[in-house]
């Protein structure tokens, strides 16, 4: 990997935020993701580079750690902090769709997940790609999305789960918001859903990525 993304993406499995986080320890002074990922974009790296080769395979060395019991809760949460920081670097460009609106998202992490950052990114891809988008945030409760789908008719709504437990509430919400709108499209992801529950649960669409939810989108308005 080039060194700048090495670098990127050891900052982001150690949970080195910025310059003057103190944290780990043994990166004291030194730069984090922050300060990397704007070098990075100034040297002339794409921001989907910077995406796809440092940030997603250091988050997936982190859920690879966890599991291993090599880490535990704190350190995910720094390397969670980690990759926002390098984000907020990257969300400009993501988003710097056209202007004229082709309709409105509605996305949210279905209850009881705080995950976000996979969401977070459909998010600016959806917008960057010309939609309105509007984030409920995390631990979305099936009560808040019927409320948003009222108050946004022919807004198409997407669901993240990252927990296989939550996974269950996703398929709550789905059966809610089919029963009240029975037109309504949705779009479902993050990473232990599939398709064949996509299937199950009487959702409209899966994806596994970002893109696939904007590719989706498009063909809904042509
Ligand atoms: Co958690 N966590 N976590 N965690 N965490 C996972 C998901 C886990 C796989 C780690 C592991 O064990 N290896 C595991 C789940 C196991 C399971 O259920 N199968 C796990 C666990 C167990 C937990 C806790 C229960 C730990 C505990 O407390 N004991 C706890 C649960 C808290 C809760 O939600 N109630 C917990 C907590 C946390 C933190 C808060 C510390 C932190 C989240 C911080 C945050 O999001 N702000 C965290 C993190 C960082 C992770 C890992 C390491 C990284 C997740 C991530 O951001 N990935 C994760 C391991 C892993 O995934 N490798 C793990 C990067 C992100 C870009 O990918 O979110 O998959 P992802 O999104 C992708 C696609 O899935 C897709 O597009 C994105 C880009 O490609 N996508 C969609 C996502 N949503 C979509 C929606 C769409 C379409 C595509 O349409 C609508």
Redesign the pocket.
């Known amino acids: 990997m080039d060194d700048i993304l090495s670098k990127i993406a050891i900052c982001v499995q150690t949970g080195k935020i910025d310059k003057v986080s103190p944290y780990p320890p043994d990166m004291k002074g030194q730069d984090g993701a922050d300060e990397l990922t704007k070098q990075a974009l100034e040297g002339g790296k794409r921001p989907d580079e910077i995406l796809e080769q440092a940030?997603?395979p250091a988050?997936?060395?982190?859920?690879?750690r966890?599991?291993r019991k090599e880490i535990?809760?704190?350190q995910?949460?720094m390397?969670?902090?980690a990759?926002?920081s390098a984000m907020k670097h990257l969300k400009p460009f993501f988003q710097s769709g056209e202007t004229k609106r082709k309709g409105k998202f509605i996305?949210g992490?279905v209850s009881?997940?705080?995950?976000?950052?996979?969401?977070?990114?459909?998010s600016m891809m959806i917008e960057g790609g010309g939609w309105e988008v509007i984030d409920l945030g995390?631990?979305v409760g099936t009560e808040k999305f019927l409320k948003s789908v009222e108050e946004n008719p022919g807004a198409v709504?997407?669901?993240?789960?990252?927990?296989?437990?939550?996974?269950e509430n996703m398929k709550k919400t789905v059966s809610s918001l089919k029963e009240k709108y029975s037109g309504l499209k949705i779009?479902?992801?993050?990473?232990?859903?599939t398709q064949e529950y996509c299937d199950k649960i009487g959702a409209d669409?899966?994806?596994?990525?970002?893109q696939?939810?904007v590719n989706y989108l498009k063909q809904l308005v042509v």
């Not at 988050?59 to 690879?64: K, L």
């Not at 709504?157 to 996974?167: C, F, Q």
């Not at 669409?205 to 970002?210: I, Q």
Request: aromatic share 6%; no cysteine.
């Open positions: 940030l997603i988050m997936e060395v982190v859920g690879e966890f599991t535990y809760v704190p995910m949460l390397a969670a902090k990759m926002n996305i992490t009881g997940d705080l995950h976000d950052i996979g969401k977070n990114l459909v995390v631990d709504v997407g669901l993240s789960a990252l927990l296989t437990t939550t996974m779009l479902v992801g993050g990473a232990p859903v669409f899966y994806s596994p990525d970002p696939g939810a």
